[in-house]
């Protein structure tokens, strides 16, 4: 950080005199949201500042292998994420960021939240994920999550309770959540491919959501928004399965475009080795809509 006084800065962007010289000190590593606002004050990356910062380097990387998490789970990248935690903790303690022990039990939370999704224990998922946001919303309830501001970590903790209250059953909810994330990442979003990974990942999803609610033009319009986010950022990722779900939304509102959608979402699939699932396409497209692909 630069040497303006801490008064001027404080009145700048709400971050009291006190975080900020803790932070100067190294005697704290800022949250998230903290280092947004602080960028904009400082018209620095200050992201890059705490990736490169020989202390807060564990912290950064295990955002990342956070946010990996949610777009690419598996056990094995669960356990080494868990081994990886153990290694924050101790650097925390030596650091004597006692004060952090909140945003430990945040990131306790949250593995433990990915890890009951995923395993489809998505009422269990969902209450640790909401304990885990009150530990610095002491008052938060998803019956009013509107009135709360929330870190991006704790923006990823809505988003896996957004999915599993689709699993359940509560489109309404998991919609409302899904939005709010994808307007939290689309406000910082930039070339990191987690953001956005984690971007697509929330308009298929809502694209889903909606095809479940009969609300076809909505599916259609995520899943579009999805393709677009694929398309610039030249990713592949999730892309076939958002063309299926335009293809599926196209047919239900009598689009002959369908075809087109299923087919290029087929021949991408067989084009990156994935023949079981597009297999697996064709066989649904052809159960539930007599479509021969």
């Known amino acids: 950080l630069d040497k303006r006084a801490h008064y001027n ?59 990996e998490l949610i777009y690419n789970y598996d056990t094995k990248r669960l356990a080494n994420i868990r081994n990886e935690f153990v290694n924050i903790k101790k ?16 990131y306790e939370s949250f593995l433990l939240g990915i890890e009951y999704y ?29 009135n709360f501001k ?37 406000s910082t979003i930039d070339s990191d491919f987690s953001d956005v990974y984690i971007l697509i990942k929330i308009y298929y999803n809502l694209s889903y959501n909606s095809h479940l609610s009969d609300q076809n033009e909505s599916a259609l319009k995520y899943a579009n928004s999805g393709i677009e986010i694929c ?26 475009a369908f075809i087109i959608s299923f087919k290029t979402g087929i021949l991408l699939l067989e084009l990156f080795d994935d023949q079981d699932i597009a297999d697996t396409f064709r066989k649904i497209i052809k159960e539930k809509y007599d479509i021969n692909l």
């Open 231 to 256: 398309h610039k950022f030249n990713t592949n990722y999730c892309l076939s399965y958002l063309l299926m779900r335009k293809g599926v939304a196209e047919f239900l509102l009598g689009d002959s």
């Open 118 to 146: 995923n395993t489809h224990l998505f009422h269990e998922s969902i209450s640790v994920l909401t304990s885990g946001i009150q530990k610095r919303n002491r008052l938060f309830k998803l019956s009013c999550w509107q």
């Open 150 to 186: 929330y870190s991006l970590l704790e923006v990823r903790m809505l988003l896996l309770i957004a999915l599993s209250h689709s699993e359940i059953g509560n489109l309404d909810l998991s919609n409302d959540l899904l939005k709010f994330c994808s307007s939290s990442l689309l």
């Open 9 to 67: 800065v404080s009145q700048i962007t709400g971050v009291n005199e006190d975080t900020l010289y803790k932070i100067e000190t190294a005697k704290t590593i800022p949250r998230y949201d903290t280092l947004e606002i602080l960028s904009s004050a400082y018209n620095l990356d200050l992201l890059n500042v705490l990736a490169q910062n020989r202390i807060s380097q564990p912290v950064y990387n295990f955002y990342k292998m956070l946010d």
């Open 91 to 106: 650097n925390f303690m030596h650091q004597n960021l006692y004060h952090s022990l909140d945003l430990i039990e945040q």
